[in-house]
């Protein structure tokens, strides 16, 4: 057994997380303690919308207005933004989209999130500012199959964000619920005009799991595709591209243009794209 492997099997991996990055750890345990005690943080994120968070998202939900590439894909977003849309959010994290959903369009959202400490924060998010009526909160990964699936935590406070081993199975993962999107419809009664997935190389289990149903209705699809993790697993980003033409997505959006396959090869298949019928 090498050193690596001795300190992943017996050093808890919420401890290597917290760990990694000490200085950012202590600012997580001081930011917590302040929301106990009543400090709400509020972000401007555009100029018409700011938003009350849990301090873990204050800065996942800053970047949509200082990252230009973010605060583009919020752009797009926003611009396909509806009154009574139905968005399922897939890999919701801390629910920027749900409440941006809410915000700029109103209607019902489902957030589907794997790290029950991430959902936690997710609801906490919900409710500071009040959307509690139209967002509800599935604690599950989204794939092919309904089942399990091994994930292994991350982030400083070791639970908040979660991932699918890159390696095979690992001593330190986790066993998650894993849905289809079909059953997320059945469960909670949703009828998407928009679906989001980020969900870190994966795109083809939901796309697969979900097939039908995009076939039939061809909601708008916030796609993040994920190049570089879709050749780590031996899949070529195309073949994502392609089985989205076979249901009909026949356009395919980034900053308000159509975005040809090789503008996205020359991003390495790094894209947000927005993916229309």
Not at 54 to 59: F, G, R
Not at 73 to 81: G, I, K, N, P
Not at 200 to 211: A, L, R
Request: proline share 5%; hydrophobic share 40%.
């Amino acid at each position: 057994m090498s050193a690596r492997q001795f300190i992943q099997t017996y050093t808890p991996r919420g401890l290597r997380n917290w760990l990694r990055n000490p200085r950012k750890s202590l600012l997580y345990i001081a930011e917590r303690l302040a929301y106990a005690c009543g400090s709400v943080p509020e972000i401007t994120i555009k100029e018409d919308w700011r938003v009350r968070c849990h301090p873990a998202s204050c800065a996942h939900f800053a970047v949509f207005n200082t990252d230009p590439v973010q605060a583009s894909e919020l752009d797009d977003f926003c611009r396909y933004c509806r009154p009574q849309m139905q968005l399922l959010d897939v890999g919701a994290h801390y629910g920027f989209f749900g409440l941006a959903a809410q915000h700029f369009g109103g209607g019902q959202v489902v957030c589907v999130e794997p790290s029950a400490k991430a959902a936690s924060i997710l609801r906490a998010n919900v409710h500071v500012n009040r959307f509690s009526s139209g967002i509800q909160v599935v604690e599950a990964a989204m794939g092919r199959v309904d089942g399990v699936l091994e994930m292994l935590t991350t982030g400083p406070s070791g639970a908040d964000y979660f991932v699918v081993p890159r390696r095979g199975k690992r001593a330190d993962s986790r066993r998650v619920a894993q849905v289809t999107l079909p059953t997320v419809l059945s469960k909670t009664g949703l009828r998407p005009t928009q679906v989001k997935i980020d969900v870190e190389g994966f795109e083809p289990e939901v796309i697969m799991g979900g097939i039908e149903f995009l076939k039939v209705a061809h909601p708008i699809l916030f796609l993040e595709l994920h190049g570089a993790y879709l050749r780590e697993r031996g899949i070529d980003p195309v073949s994502v591209l392609q089985v989205l033409r076979g249901i009909g997505y026949q356009r395919f959006e980034q900053n308000g243009k159509m975005l040809g396959v090789e503008a996205m090869a020359a991003s390495g298949f790094n894209c947000r794209l927005i993916c229309l019928a």
